[in-house]
């Protein structure tokens, strides 16, 4: 139990921290809505209830649904749970409805596939007492249905969601004839408003804000205000990491309009760029604007340089011959440079270069600080690829016969010098006649290359790894206009 456990768990401790009442144990959903159908962290739900309509106004707040007396009760849909091959999981799922029989449940470890539970469940509703005097209208008992998919680690920590409909059963009136309490009242269209204030602080994997005072470590906390006519909406918040959703939570039930504080407790699963949503829904069904990026904040969350640890080199270069010596350049040059037995490791530049094209944040160890690289264009992120090449030539060549490789190491051949001496090299004559080849050529070119070469290679052909667009998955060598939420944009020059 590896990956999908810890993600349920950080699913289950982000909604408990939104104030709504619900426990760190999982992620509970009530659904308004008498059908529908919901995913959480590879489970999925589906659900329909027949025989009832959904709750007057008046009931809303503490019903999903009313239903007449004696009426009978259809639940039916589905429970299921897909995970990757390698890992397991204590898996458990049920479905039940007040008045029937028998619920249904399925409860195995399992491991990677997929597991679907269908249910289909009948109840009749109970009668109103012969002798009962209840007013028509009122609220004489209640019934409720539900279905749950959850997986649990040896630990205890679960994860998945839970849809349970609570129906008031309503004296002297038909549920779905329109009459009494079912009888909606004129409907409100003013969605409801959410705010979320940018979060300026650097999350570090550990404590540093001894050394900087701009970071923070985790547990961090999110804040944020809605507000509604009605006075109460559900939350529904998410984390996505390159445009992908990684983490989420939904508030189990309508919650009061206000302040809320929302918690991430550990480091999230991706490898950035982090921003984070917020959207609201009120009981008439309105949804806040631009729903599920109504109110988004970027955060400047770190990560590890070993995520990125894919050295020097590139397949991204142009085609052509010159653009087979850009990638034999590129790749023989590696990950550390050699002055004559004194040797330069570029490799953490090198790693250091490619996350930061991915706008990640991070600490660059050369240069000794925290970068969030979203805000950094690909200029500023080659020109800081250069300096730190330069970094480590100084901190490498410290030896009275290396320091005489430094003006070198630090500068060289730009990429224009290192071609035309490499074409002229490999076709100059040796001493039996035969042209030098391309092997020597590059062997004689060592000792003229420098930070200024690595820096020329990735201003050429390096724009295709660069990512102008922080909320789309994967990487947009293209700009692609504004995004949403705003500021995903990088600039590719």
Not at 69 to 75: H, I, K, V
Not at 379 to 404: P, V
Request: overall charge neutral; hydrophobic content about 35%; glycine content about 12%.
């Amino acid at each position: 139990m590896k990956r999908l456990i810890a993600a349920a768990a950080v699913s289950a401790a982000l909604l408990a921290s939104m104030g709504t009442g619900t426990s760190a144990s999982g992620a509970v959903r009530a659904g308004t809505a008498l059908s529908g159908s919901t995913e959480l962290d590879g489970h999925t739900l589906t659900w329909a209830l027949s025989g009832a309509v959904a709750a007057p106004a008046d009931l809303a707040e503490s019903y999903d649904g009313a239903v007449a007396p004696g009426a009978s009760l259809a639940f039916s849909g589905s429970a299921a749970f897909t995970m990757a091959e390698g890992f397991v999981t204590n898996l458990g799922q049920s479905a039940s409805l007040s008045g029937a029989a028998d619920g249904v449940s399925f409860s195995q470890r399992v491991g990677g596939g997929t597991y679907t539970m269908p249910y289909s469940l009948t109840a009749k509703v109970p009668k109103a007492a012969a002798d009962s005097t209840a007013e028509p209208g009122s609220v004489i008992g209640s019934v409720s249905a539900s279905v749950s998919s959850r997986n649990c680690n040896d630990y205890g920590v679960c994860g998945g969601p839970t849809v349970t409909i609570n129906l008031a059963v309503i004296a002297g009136a038909g549920a779905g004839t329109g009459t009494g309490p079912t009888t909606p009242k004129p409907n409100d269209t003013e969605p409801p408003t959410v705010n979320v204030p940018a979060y300026s602080k650097i999350v570090t994997l550990g404590n540093q804000k001894a050394r900087f005072p701009e970071t923070t470590t985790y547990p961090i906390k999110i804040p944020f205000t809605v507000a509604d006519d009605s006075g109460k909406v559900k939350l529904h918040a998410r984390l996505y990491s390159n445009g992908n959703p990684v983490s989420g939570a939904d508030s189990p039930r309508f919650a009061a309009t206000g302040k809320y504080v929302y918690k991430i407790s550990s480091p999230p699963d991706g490898k950035g760029p982090y921003y984070w949503c917020i959207w609201a829904e009120d009981k008439a069904g309105n949804t806040s604007v631009n729903a599920p990026k109504s109110a988004c904040t970027w955060l400047s969350l770190q990560v590890p340089v070993s995520k990125w640890s894919n050295g020097c080199g590139s397949d991204g270069v142009a085609e052509g011959w010159l653009g087979q010596i850009a990638l034999w350049a590129q790749n023989f040059i590696g990950d550390a440079r050699s002055y004559h037995g004194h040797q330069v490791q570029v490799r953490n530049a090198c790693n250091v270069h490619d996350a930061a094209y991915a706008g990640v944040t991070l600490y660059d160890a050369i240069a000794g600080r925290f970068i969030d690289f979203r805000t950094w264009n690909r200029a500023q992120i080659d020109q800081l690829f250069f300096e730190d090449i330069q970094r480590r030539c100084a901190k490498d060549l410290t030896s009275a016969e290396g320091r005489q490789w430094l003006p070198t190491c630090q500068a060289g051949f730009t990429l224009a010098q290192a071609e035309e001496y490499f074409m002229q090299t490999s076709t100059q004559l040796g001493a039996d006649g035969e042209p030098l080849g391309a092997t020597l050529a590059w062997v004689l070119l060592q000792d003229k290359v420098g930070a200024q070469l690595y820096l020329d290679l990735v201003r050429k052909h390096g724009a295709v790894g660069f990512d102008t667009d922080a909320t789309a998955k994967d990487t947009q060598p293209s700009p692609t206009g504004p995004t949403n939420p705003p500021g995903g944009e990088r600039n590719n020059a």
